[in-house]
């Protein structure tokens, strides 16, 4: 098997590219390395595509590594020929392969191994040839009946012959490949219901759909129904029709043995392939889903993870509660902790007044102008205490709800306790969410990927394949933005490109010891942190405020060279980067031809672009660009909602079926997939992201079961919508 070149027509790159890929790929580098500072070798593919390519790589040579398995163990069995051999390499999934090995795996004792025990293989296989035109299945038969090897009649010697014929049917790769064909294209998948009581899962209670066009959230939906005991799910296809095809198969004529040959193919479906079959499409259509899934969790925590931060406010963080007050923390615009305190306005106590007097006195004492309140109990009262503190202030303050979902793992967690072991569970989670406002990023790499709560059926997929699609997203938003080596802690260390988590921990070691890093090869300098990490890690970390300018970029140490003999060539200095006088930069380049001046420079076009855009905008973080999240500064209740108003609003939530969005009454009204807009999508990811700031109206409000519904579409074009 070529894999690079069907690597190559897969992914629509050029064989060259492919095959650097590869090579980069083995020699250990990290995809966020390959995809930034490795762009003339790969054709600048991005980290998503480097990311798929990897994966189907190592899929394609497992694959290879199966075929020699395979091929070693039937030319042991010595049953190789060179049509099997064929088959083998021309294999191009796992479940053909495994096909090809069926009949030569080694199987547990059952019927056809009984019956070929007591000597009826070669009546099988009479039977099997239907070369035998003349006289009757009986006659041959009788000739098998032993005494000794346990058949006492012609009868008993039939059924045990059918037995291997089922056997051999079953085992066929070329019968399976043409149902599984005809399964994908025309099977339901069914669920009823299991109990006689009510749950979430009524919907499915009699419930089908073409196994061709199940949406994968209802394929996770059922299998979560099916677990719990509420729903019984089967694969339905027409019986009939599949038999006739495997007799269409099979059957070559008139026999002596045709009727034994029809009822062993019947048996064989019904007994050993449908529910084979069966097991197999249902979980092929939990591994689709499970994909769809991670993909979808994977989009949205990037989205979030690279929210706009909130700088230069000094924020305080509102972690609400019910008996045990809120516990309230004030951090500096670093995130520094300035104070931390308890107030009561909520139930059972209700010491609104002075709770609103201690709030009072620490947003003036320390200057506070933004602040973070959680989401979880008691969010909707403490939003409304909030909106009624703010009225009163003297000083312009908004604030904004923060989903803090994983907050309270990562108060109970090691890392926690490190950081604040003077604080208790519920003071660290105040600091969290403040932190959270301030820059998402920093603080959300130090919980779970899986516990921030944008994800859909996260409990019901592969943990080890969302770990890995999410510890590659949080990789690479952190390598994306850059993270200051100053001020970084271990946790976002640890997910830079190259960086181990000893190694992260050692570099906040050095620091303490020696003090804030001046350059970037102080790096080398750390323990364990040898010339391979080095590389990958160094243009990923900045120094502000750095002597060589070029430190507080995402220019590469290898490339410092390139730029100032782009510098000098422009007549350009450090100063004139660090003060950003470089506006007309790019202009100059391709006045003066890219590929003239990136040959005077050493380097590609690529990376040429890249650092003529560093040097433009030295130590620029790219998500000042995004819109910025919306700050609030008063509340509406579910019961102030009217059909048709127009609100604005957060998108939180990114599914299958539609988008949830946060329009400031404490519950995310949904916008559905058919409300998002007038044409065709196939997924609202096609149109909307986490974190987007979206203008919708009320299409309707359960207050009971706490259901907002709403539309993106404008009153006047849903109605004309509704129309076609």
């Not at 019956?115 to 039977?127: F, H, T, V």
């Not at 890392?415 to 105040?430: H, I, M």
Request: proline fraction near 4%; charge should be negative.
């Amino acid at each position: 098997m070529d894999i690079i070149k069907i690597l190559s027509e897969e992914f629509k790159i050029q064989k060259t590219y492919t095959q650097n890929i590869v090579d980069l790929i083995d020699a250990d580098n990290t995809i966020p390395f390959i995809a930034r500072y490795r762009k003339e070798m790969t054709g600048s593919c991005d980290d998503q595509v480097l990311r798929e390519l990897n994966e189907r790589l190592t899929y394609l040579r497992n694959l290879e590594k199966r075929k020699e398995e395979i091929i070693s163990s039937i030319t042991e069995q010595e049953k190789m020929t060179d049509e099997i051999m064929q088959s083998i390499y021309e294999a191009t999934t796992l479940a053909r392969l495994e096909d090809i090995y069926r009949p030569y795996k080694q199987k547990r004792r059952t019927r056809a191994t009984v019956a070929k025990e007591k000597g009826l293989e070669p009546l099988a296989n009479l039977i099997y040839l239907q070369m035998e035109k003349e006289g009757s299945l009986e006659e041959f038969a009788a000739r098998y009946i032993s005494e000794e090897k346990g058949v006492n009649s012609a009868e008993e010697a039939i059924l045990g012959a059918m037995d291997i014929i089922a056997e051999m049917v079953s085992d066929s790769p070329e019968a399976r490949a043409m149902l599984r064909e005809y399964m994908h294209k025309s099977a339901v998948i069914r669920s009823v219901n299991a109990k006689e009581e009510d749950s979430v899962y009524a919907m499915y209670y009699d419930y089908a759909e073409p196994v061709s066009k199940v949406p994968s959230h209802r394929v996770l939906a059922m299998n979560r129904g099916e677990k719990e005991e509420f729903l019984k799910v089967s694969i339905d296809v027409s019986e009939e029709t599949m038999i006739s095809m495997l007799f269409t198969m099979f059957i070559k004529g008139e026999s002596v043995g045709k009727k034994a040959m029809e009822d062993a193919i019947a048996d064989s479906y019904k007994r050993l392939i449908f529910p084979s079959m069966e097991r197999e499409l249902r979980s092929e259509l939990t591994d689709m889903a499970g994909e769809q899934a991670i993909k979808i969790f994977g989009v949205n925590l990037k989205q979030l993870l690279m929210q706009p931060p909130v700088k230069g406010k000094i924020t305080l963080g509102l972690d609400p509660a019910y008996r045990t007050g809120c516990k309230i923390a004030v951090v500096d615009a670093t995130g520094k902790v300035l104070d931390t305190t308890v107030v009561y306005p909520t139930p059972p106590q209700n010491k609104t007044e002075e709770a609103k007097a201690k709030l009072k006195a620490l947003i003036k004492k320390h200057g506070v102008t933004a602040i973070a309140i959680g989401n979880g109990t008691a969010s909707k009262e403490s939003e409304i205490f909030v909106a009624d503190l703010i009225k009163e202030l003297d000083q312009e303050v908004a604030y904004m709800v923060v989903n803090e979902a994983g907050a309270s793992v990562y108060s109970a967690s090691k890392l926690g306790a490190q950081e604040f072991p003077d604080f208790d569970v519920s003071l660290r989670s105040a600091v969290s969410i403040a932190r959270r406002m301030q820059d998402p990023l920093s603080e959300l790499v130090k919980i779970d990927p899986k516990s921030v709560g944008v994800g859909q059926y996260q409990h019901d997929v592969s943990e080890k394949r969302l770990d890995e699609t999410l510890g590659g997203v949080v990789e690479d938003c952190v390598n994306r933005v850059g993270v200051d080596l100053n001020t970084a802690s271990a946790s976002l260390l640890s997910h830079v490109s190259g960086l181990s988590s000893a190694v992260a921990k050692n570099i906040v070691t050095y620091r303490e010891e020696n003090g804030a890093f001046a350059a970037r090869n102080g790096l080398k300098k750390v323990s364990k942190l040898g010339p391979k990490a080095y590389e990958q890690c160094a243009g990923f970390l900045r120094i502000p405020g750095a002597k060589n300018v070029l430190d507080n970029t995402s220019v590469h140490p290898e490339s410092y060279e390139a730029a100032k003999q782009l510098l000098d060539i422009f007549s350009y200095t450090n100063q004139d980067v660090a003060e950003g006088r470089l506006g007309e930069l790019r202009d100059k380049v391709k006045a003066a031809g890219e590929s003239q001046v990136a040959e005077k420079c050493g380097v590609g076009v690529p990376t040429l672009r890249d650092i003529v855009g560093e040097l433009m905008k030295p130590g620029r973080d790219l998500r000042d660009e995004l819109p910025p999240p919306m700050l609030r500064t008063d509340v509406m209740d579910m019961k102030d909602l009217k059909e048709g108003m127009e609100l604005k609003g957060t998108v939180r939530n990114v599914i299958d079926f539609g988008v949830f969005v946060d329009i400031g009454v404490h519950q995310d009204g949904l916008v559905h997939i058919s409300q998002i807009t007038n044409r065709y999508i196939k997924h609202p990811s096609e149109v909307l992201k986490v974190g987007d700031i979206v203008t919708v109206w009320v299409l309707g409000v359960d207050v009971n079961k706490k259901r907002i519904s709403l539309t993106m579409k404008k009153p006047a074009e849903n109605t004309a919508g509704n129309q076609k």
